[in-house]
C-alpha cells in the first residue's frame, strides 16, 4: 500500500497535495492534529455552530462545504467536487473524470482565511 502525508494548514484557502488520485484506485484517509478558526480551536472533524458565536448559524449556507461542520476537513478537485474527510473515511473511490490532484481545506468562508492559524496532518493510503 502507498501512503503519503501532507499538512494542511488552516489559514490557506486551497492547498494543492500534489497527489494525484486515479479513478480505479480506492483511498483511505486519516487526519489528525488542531487548528484555529479565529480563537476557536478544533480538530479535523471541525465543530457545529452552536460551539461559536451565535451569529455563526446566520452563515452556515455560505460555507465552502455547507453540509459539513465549520473547520471540518474537506477533499476538492478542480472539476467542483467535494467531500468530507474530517477525521478519516475509508474506501473513498475518486470520481471518473480521469486523474485528479487532490485539494484539501478546512471547510470556511471564501474569503475568511486571513484569520485562521494552525495545521493538520493528512495522511492518505492507497487501498487498492
Known sequence: MESAQICICASES???TGLLLIPEGVYDFSASGHWF???IPAGPEGYPSERGPFWMRWFERWR???DANWFELIGAFGNGEMFNIGLGRQGYRPP???T???ICFA???SGFYWNN???VVLT???AK
Open 64 to 66: 465552502r462545504q455547507p
Open 100 to 102: 485528479q490532484e487532490l
Open 14 to 16: 486551497e492547498v494543492r
Open 117 to 119: 492559524s494552525g495545521g
Open 107 to 109: 471547510n470556511d468562508l
Open 124 to 126: 492518505v493510503t492507497r
Open 37 to 39: 478558526d479565529a480563537s
Open 96 to 98: 471518473k473524470q480521469g
